[in-house]
T-cell receptor, first 114, second 113 residues
Framework: GAVVSQHPSRVICKSGTSVKIECRSLDFQATTMFWYRQFPKQSLMLMAT?????????EQGVEKDKFLINHASLTLSTLTVTSAHPEDSSFYIC??????????FGPGTRLTVL | QKEVEQNSGPLSVPEGAIASLNCTYS??????FFWYRQYSGKSPELIMSIYSNGDKEDGRFTAQLNKASQYVSLLIRDSQPSDSATYLCAAPHGSGNTGKLIFGQGTTLQVKP
C-alpha cells in the first residue's frame, strides 16, 4: 500500500500557541488529502478535505480560521491549529487518496495542550 | 441517521476461530467499501477494499459484499491475538467523486489465546 508520513508524532504545547502538523505522501501524488480528529474511544471525525492548489473544504462545525489547512503540492498538506486550547487536545490523523480512491492514513499526531 | 452501522462489540473469539465482522450501509448508490484495522493508539490501516458483489479473499481475510441487502462483512480465519483491534467499515460519503469516506463506529475484536 501507499505510504503517508506525518510529523510530528506527538506535540505538547501551552494554551494559546499554534501548532503545525505536516502530512506527506511518500510514494505517490495525492490530489486530495483529508484531515481527521479522533477523541479517545470515539470514531474518526472528518475535519476537512484538502485539494492541491485550492482552498480546503471544511466539515460543518469545524472552524476554518482555527484549523488552517494548506495543500501546496501534490505530496504535502499542513494543518495548523491556531491559538490551541486544552479542548483541542486530540489525535489528528491525515490521509491521502491514491488514484484508485483508496485512502491511506498517516501515523497520526497526538496533540496535548496544557 | 448514521449511514454506516457497525456493532461496537466487543466481539470475543478464541484463537484459531473465524471472526465475523458485519457492516450495513444506507446509501444504495455506494459502489465501494473498505475495511480498516486500527490498533489502540494507532491510525487506521487499510486491509481490504471491495467493489463487486460476492467474496474477495486476501490471505486470512475475506470481504463479502451484498449490495441488494446493503451489507458488507469481513471474515478473519484462524484468528490470532495480534488481530485484536478495532475494525472500521467505510463507504464513500454522498454523491460525487469527492473521495470522502464515512466510517462506522468500529467493532472491537478480542482474540483470546
Amino acid at each position: 500500500g501507499a505510504v503517508v508520513s506525518q510529523h510530528p508524532s506527538r506535540v505538547i504545547c501551552k494554551s494559546g500557541t499554534s501548532v503545525k502538523i505536516e502530512c506527506r505522501s511518500l510514494d505517490f501524488q495525492a490530489t486530495t488529502m483529508f484531515w481527521y480528529r479522533q477523541f479517545p474511544k470515539q470514531s474518526l471525525m472528518l475535519m476537512a478535505t484538502s485539494n492541491e492548489g485550492s482552498k480546503a473544504t471544511y466539515e460543518q462545525g469545524v472552524e476554518k480560521d482555527k484549523f488552517l489547512i494548506n495543500h501546496a503540492s501534490l505530496t504535502l498538506s499542513t494543518l495548523t491549529v491556531t491559538s490551541a486550547h486544552p479542548e483541542d487536545s486530540s489525535f489528528y490523523i491525515c490521509s491521502a487518496d491514491d488514484r484508485y480512491n483508496e485512502q491511506f492514513f498517516g501515523p497520526g499526531t497526538r496533540l496535548t495542550v496544557l | 441517521q448514521k449511514e454506516v452501522e457497525q456493532n461496537s462489540g466487543p466481539l470475543s473469539v478464541p484463537e484459531g476461530a473465524i471472526a465475523s465482522l458485519n457492516c450495513t450501509y444506507s446509501d444504495r448508490v455506494s459502489q465501494s467499501f473498505f475495511w480498516y484495522r486500527q490498533y489502540s493508539g494507532k491510525s487506521p490501516e487499510l486491509i481490504m477494499s471491495i467493489y463487486s458483489n460476492g467474496d474477495k479473499e486476501d490471505g486470512r481475510f475475506t470481504a463479502q459484499l451484498n449490495k441488494a441487502s446493503q451489507y458488507v462483512s469481513l471474515l478473519i480465519r484462524d484468528s490470532q491475538p495480534s488481530d485484536s483491534a478495532t475494525y472500521l467499515c467505510a463507504a464513500p460519503h454522498g454523491s460525487g467523486n469527492t473521495g470522502k469516506l464515512i466510517f462506522g463506529q468500529g467493532t472491537t475484536l478480542q482474540v483470546k489465546p
